[in-house]
């Protein structure tokens, strides 16, 4: 049974004059109110379907820093495309934590184009479905 995430407000913090809010599990609404004044979101998503969102203007390292979020998988998410960097995640994880990222999908489209960052690992992922219909090949044979 997938746990059910519930959105809320996570943090406001202003760094360079300028202040960032950062949301969880945004609902579909919370997206688009967002959308209305900021062009492109960064997010961190993390295994257990957790996802933290913020304005794409400040950066990954200073919003881990500012908001004290958990490292995780990065994105950049657009209109037309979604920009995915790895970090320490193997394609297990990365699966998994797409499956469980219930709220990720009101950010985007499973049919967004995506681009990978930070291995050449990732090759067979060309979509979201892709990700999401990942099965771990067995490495042994036995008899």
Request: with cysteine; net charge positive; aromatic share 16%.
């Amino acid at each position: 049974m997938k746990r059910l995430i519930k959105s809320k407000w996570y943090a406001t913090e202003k760094f360079l004059d300028k202040t960032y809010e950062c949301f969880t599990n945004p609902t579909f609404d919370e997206v688009n109110d967002l959308r209305k004044n900021i062009e492109s979101l960064r997010a961190v998503l993390l295994e257990d379907g957790t996802l933290y969102i913020w304005d794409a203007n400040l950066v990954h390292i200073q919003a881990l820093h500012l908001f004290k979020i958990p490292n995780g998988i990065h994105l950049i998410v657009e209109s037309n495309k979604l920009e995915i960097y790895i970090n320490d995640f193997d394609k297990n994880s990365l699966s998994q934590a797409f499956k469980n990222a219930i709220s990720l999908y009101n950010l985007i489209d499973k049919n967004i184009p995506i681009y990978f960052y930070g291995g050449n690992i990732y090759k067979e992922f060309k979509t979201i479905d892709d990700i999401l219909n990942y099965k771990p090949k067995n490495k042994f044979k036995f008899w």
